[in-house]
C-alpha cells in the first residue's frame, strides 16, 4: 500500500516530475517501492526517504534521497534538480528542524544535481564530497561530517564514498537495494572496489540506505552477495579468455549473457574494468581487445 499520511514521521513520496515534463511542477502520487514494514525500520533509527521521480533502467525506481536524524538533520545525496523533489526535501528538513549540511556520495548528477536547488531553500549549508566540484567541505576516508563516519568505495565513480551512522550504512551507488552497480574503469577501480566491499562486510550494520531502490534490511547478505557477484563475473571471463574469446562483444556474450540490452553499454563499462583488474595482476592475455572499451571518462 502506498504511504502518504504526513502526519507520519516518515514521509515516502516522490517528488515531482520526470524531466521531460517540460514545467517540473510537483504533481504528487504515492510510492510503490518501499514496503509497509520498512517504516518502522526507519524511524527507529530517525531516517526518512523522499525519492525523486526519476526513474529509469539506470536510477531504478529513481534517486533516494535521505534525511538523517534532526534539530537539526542532514541530507544525503540531494538527487535530481525537479522541483517539486527539492520542495519535498526541504519542506521535510524544516520538519525535522532544518537542515545542518549535505554529504555527497559521489558526483553523478542523478544525485547532486540538486544540490543549488535544495541549499536555495535551506539556506547556504556545508556541503561534503571527495571530490564534486561544489563541495564546501572536501572528504576522504575516514573523515567524520555531522553524524557520518567516511568510508571510501571507489568503483562506481572514482570519487565513490559511502556514509556510516550508528548502524546504518548510505551506501549510494556502491550498493543497491536490487541488481548490481556498473564498475568505472578507473585505475585500480574494481580491486578498490572489492576491498571497500570486504571493509564494509566487517561493519556491524542494521541497515543500508541505498542511493536507488528499497531499504536493504539484511546488510551482510547483500554485501556478500554484491562481492560474489563480481568474483563471478570474474570467473566467467576468465573461463571465456581460456576459451579464445578475445573481442569484447565475444566476452560480454559468454560473461554477461544475462544482462538485457539495454544495459549492456553499462556491462560494457564494467568489462573493462574487470580486463583493467586481470591487466594490474598480469593475467591478461596480450591480444584482448580493450582498446575498443572506454576508459574513464569515455577517453
Not at 268 to 293: Q, S
Request: hydrophobic share 40%; aromatic share 4%; with cysteine.
Amino acid at each position: 500500500m502506498p504511504i502518504t499520511d504526513t502526519a507520519s514521521p516518515i514521509r515516502v513520496l516522490p517528488g515531482g516530475r520526470t524531466p521531460r515534463q517540460r514545467d517540473r511542477r510537483c504533481r504528487s502520487r504515492p510510492a510503490w517501492g518501499l514496503r509497509v514494514q520498512f517504516v518502522g525500520e526507519l524511524a527507529a533509527s530517525d531516517i526518512a526517504l523522499v525519492r525523486a521521480d526519476n526513474p529509469g533502467p539506470f536510477t531504478l525506481e529513481g534517486t533516494n534521497t535521505w534525511l538523517v536524524g534532526r534539530d537539526p538533520c542532514w541530507v544525503v545525496d540531494p538527487g535530481p534538480a525537479l522541483e517539486g523533489h527539492l520542495d519535498r526535501v526541504a519542506q521535510d528538513a524544516e520538519r525535522r528542524g532544518g537542515a545542518a549540511g549535505i554529504a555527497i556520495t559521489h558526483a553523478h548528477a542523478d544525485h547532486t544535481e540538486g544540490v543549488a536547488g535544495l541549499r536555495a531553500r535551506l539556506g547556504e549549508i556545508p556541503v561534503g564530497a571527495a571530490a564534486w566540484p561544489g563541495a564546501t567541505v572536501r572528504l576522504a576516508d575516514g573523515d567524520p561530517l555531522g553524524p557520518f563516519t567516511t568510508i571510501a568505495t571507489p568503483g562506481h565513480a572514482p570519487d565513490h564514498l559511502a556514509f556510516v551512522a550508528g548502524r546504518v550504512l548510505f551506501s549510494g551507488d556502491a550498493v543497491l537495494g536490487h541488481g548490481s552497480v556498473y564498475v568505472a574503469p578507473d585505475p585500480g577501480a574494481l580491486r578498490g572496489y572489492l576491498s571497500a566491499l570486504d571493509r564494509l562486510l566487517a561493519l556491524d550494520l542494521d541497515l543500508i540506505c541505498p542511493g536507488h531502490g528499497p531499504l536493504v534490511t539484511e546488510p551482510h547478505a547483500k554485501l556478500a552477495e554484491y562481492r560474489d557477484h563480481r568474483l563471478e563475473r570474474e570467473r566467467k571471463l576468465v573461463a571465456a579468455l581460456d576459451d579464445g574469446a578475445r573481442t569484447p562483444d565475444e566476452l560480454l556474450d559468454r560473461a554477461w549473457s544475462d544482462v538485457p540490452e539495454i544495459l549492456r553499454p553499462a556491462a560494457a563499462v564494467t568489462l573493462a574494468a574487470h580486463l583493467d583488474k586481470l591487466a594490474e595482476e598480469g593475467r591478461l592475455p596480450p591480444d584482448v581487445d580493450r582498446d575498443a572499451l572506454p576508459r574513464y571518462g569515455g577517453a
